[in-house]
């Protein structure tokens, strides 16, 4: 994917067996969709499957997040699979400066 999303952001979360990947954008349909493609390309990749939540707000142009956790997370493997999903959305820092990509 070549494309790099405007106002897109991304958050991690890392604490014990607990790994956490948020990313944010601007309402659009074609974002969303970007986002879950790349999510489903990286899992077929990895053979991981994460759990995956969205938060869209009709109302609110600033709630608009795709989540991605893995819960028990003993290998830290989830750590590798964000790295490969911000690539391929080209977004090459984290908001919180805490994934390094």
């Known amino acids: 994917m070549d494309t790099k999303f405007s ?3 991304a958050y991690v979360r890392m604490e014990e067996r607990y790994e956490g990947l948020n990313i944010l954008f601007e ?5 969303k969709q970007a986002v879950i493609d790349v999510i489903e390309d ?4 990895t053979e991981l499957t994460p759990f995956i939540f969205e938060k869209i707000s009709n109302d609110r142009k600033d709630i608009q997040a795709i989540y991605v956790e893995f819960h028990d997370d003993v290998h ?3 750590g590798d699979f964000f790295e490969k ?5 080209n977004i090459d820092k984290c908001e919180d400066e805490e994934c390094g990509v």
């Open 76 to 78: 830290r493997t989830g």
């Open 7 to 9: 106002g897109m952001k």
């Open 85 to 89: 999903v911000l690539r391929k959305l």
């Open 27 to 31: 309402t659009s349909n074609e974002t």
């Open 42 to 45: 990286v899992k077929k990749e």
